[in-house]
């Protein structure tokens, strides 16, 4: 791996014992209702994003489903 690349792989994501720091974007209704769902449940973002990202792979699992196949399609439903 270049130097460049290491550096940059360095400050995009960075491990802590139990986590992965990352950045990801958002598009900014997803973001307003990440936002909103947090302060209500009373959680951080980071706890909604992995409880989400947690139940979603339960739910297709037991169910044998297919994920979809565009990020469009689940946020137009």
Same mark, same amino acid.
């Given at each position: 791996? $270049?130097?460049?690349?290491?550096? *940059?792989?360095? *400050?995009?994501? =960075?491990?802590?014992?139990?986590?992965? $720091?990352?950045?990801?974007? *958002?598009?900014?209704?997803? $973001?307003?209702? $990440?936002?909103?769902?947090?302060?209500? =449940?009373? =959680?951080?973002?980071?706890?909604?994003?992995?409880?989400?990202?947690?139940?979603?792979? !339960?739910?297709?699992?037991? !169910? !044998?489903?297919?994920?979809?196949?565009?990020?469009?399609?689940?946020?137009? !439903?």
């Amino acid at each position: 791996m $270049l130097a460049s690349t290491r550096r *940059f792989s360095q *400050f995009i994501s =960075m491990q802590t014992k139990n986590h992965i $720091l990352t950045g990801v974007s *958002f598009e900014p209704q997803a $973001l307003d209702y $990440l936002n909103d769902l947090s302060k209500r =449940m009373g =959680m951080s973002r980071s706890w909604v994003l992995n409880t989400i990202v947690y139940e979603y792979a !339960k739910l297709i699992e037991n !169910k !044998k489903l297919m994920p979809e196949r565009s990020v469009a399609a689940v946020i137009r !439903k």
